[in-house]
């Protein structure tokens, strides 16, 4: 069983940074991939970026591409969301999901296919 804990949202002004990070508990494999998810009031969820554990497989969403980075630290069991220029639009619940499907081909960005899901860290981006 694997369990993810978020932390590090808050309050930030726009144009700043945060940093999100993961905590993973229980079995990890090079094959999974972890992805970071958010969704606004009223919005659905929506990918932001995935990689893969061995690190050989990011993705990125459009609207956040060269402005954040997902990493991950293998000894510490933590993946991490850099979020960099942010803006007010970056506000949502950001959550943090595990694919443990083994899968060689490009990182899962469907909701459906993560089966672990973290609680959430919310992020706020004032104007």
């Known amino acids: 069983q694997v369990h993810l804990a978020e932390s590090g949202g808050g309050l930030v002004q726009a144009g700043g940074s945060l940093e999100i990070s993961c905590t993973v508990s229980g079995p990890t494999f090079s094959w999974y991939t972890m992805g970071w998810f958010r969704q606004a009031p009223g919005k659905e969820r929506e990918i932001v970026a995935a990689i893969r554990w061995s690190g050989d497989s990011t993705s990125y969403a459009d609207s956040v591409r060269g402005r954040f980075t997902a990493s991950k630290d293998s000894a510490k069991n933590t993946v991490y969301l850099r979020m960099n220029s942010l803006k007010p639009d970056d506000t949502a619940v950001y959550y943090c999901?595990?694919?443990?499907?083994?899968?060689?081909?490009?990182?899962?960005?469907?909701?459906?296919?993560?089966?672990?899901w973290g609680q959430g860290t919310q992020v706020t981006v004032s104007s």
């Open positions: 999901a595990a694919d443990s499907t083994y899968s060689k081909g490009p990182v899962a960005t469907e909701g459906a296919r993560y089966n672990y």
